[in-house]
């Protein structure tokens, strides 16, 4: 009787095992077919998660069918515990499916004779033709959003003489992308000062860069606010936001106003949303925008030209 249980068991755990490696694989092959253009242009550590998630659960298919026959409680007991941490990894691998970027961001990556645009699988960068002021422009991106989703707002800084780069973070989380800034200082030594930004998440991780960095002279939060106090920091500071925001709403950006430089500019888009401020399509959790895409994102563009501008000139 104990042996018919133990039989049992064992071959309930070997289906439950099938079935998460088959969940394993949809989830990688729904990331593959919804967002291949974000995974391929991503920082490579996502797609190498997906690697690894493939092989792990095609290894767990081939496992359950050499080992179903008796070895032992403790076997199964083991398999059970790898089952459920499995079953928890597979659930953050479909969380960290990226935002692809959409136009007119994916033709705002294109080279003219004003702009060089360079990607490599750690960045993107504006480099313009005419000019470099001094005054370069680093910018981290919203959480699991394609970087190449602020090309066409952040393009018109780079075309006013400004270099711009835009930093793919591993697995799109900005906390994972501390050291990019120095990799772009130390790539562009000709940049005497930056003005650090970002959006979202990446703006909160661009205000403790820029609080601390030497280098930086000013700060750009698109649709973010910094996590701690920063008021105190020797560096100019904007944030541009929008009045229909469902995540950074206007509540959380006017408290934020105490956390920042007194001589902070704060700029309302009116009527746009969060995800407008990059061209990845809507977000989950966002309000409903009143303004056009083109129209939110010729404003926001409009005013970080401005505030590098200003930054440049002080």
């Known amino acids: 009787m104990r042996a018919h249980h133990t039989s049992e068991t064992r071959r309930t755990a070997a289906r439950i095992t099938r079935l998460c490696a088959l969940a394993a694989l949809a989830v990688v092959v729904w990331a593959c077919a919804t967002e291949w253009g974000g995974i391929v ?13 493939t092989l792990l659960a095609i290894g ?5 069918g050499t080992r179903e026959r008796g070895r032992g409680r403790w076997r199964t007991v083991g398999r059970v515990t790898t089952t459920l941490l499995a079953i928890a990894g597979i659930a953050i691998v479909g969380w960290l499916r990226p935002h692809t970027a959409t136009d007119p961001s994916l033709t705002a990556m294109m080279s003219d004779t004003d702009v060089t645009v360079t990607e490599t699988a750690t960045s993107i960068t504006f480099t313009p033709a005419v000019g470099d002021a001094g005054v370069g422009l680093f910018f981290q991106p919203g959480a699991l959003v394609d970087a190449r989703a602020y090309a066409a707002v952040l393009r018109p800084v780079a075309e006013l003489g400004h270099t711009v780069v835009i930093a793919k973070q591993p697995l799109g989380i900005a906390f994972l992308s501390l050291t990019a800034f120095d990799a772009s200082r130390a790539a562009h030594p000709d940049v005497a000062e930056w003005v650090i930004g970002g959006h979202s998440l990446g703006g909160t991780v661009a205000a403790q860069l820029a609080s601390t960095e030497s280098t930086a002279s000013g700060l750009i939060l698109f649709a ?15 944030s ?3 009045t229909r925001d469902g995540l950074s709403t206007p509540e959380k950006i006017e408290a934020s106003h105490q956390n920042l430089p007194a001589d ?11 995800a407008q401020f990059g061209d990845y399509g809507t977000q989950s959790g966002d309000g409903t925008p009143t303004v056009s895409d083109d129209a939110a994102r010729r404003q926001i563009s409009r005013a970080a030209v401005d505030i590098v501008t200003e930054f440049a000139l002080d």
């Open 240 to 242: 541009i936001s929008g």
């Open 224 to 238: 973010s606010y910094p996590a701690s106090d920063i008021s105190g920091a020797d560096i100019s500071a904007a």
């Open 264 to 274: 902070t500019v704060f700029v309302a888009i009116e009527g746009a949303s969060h």
């Open 41 to 53: 242009h991503g920082h490579p550590a996502y797609a190498v998660v997906l690697g690894v998630t």
């Open 60 to 64: 767990a298919l081939v496992s359950v």
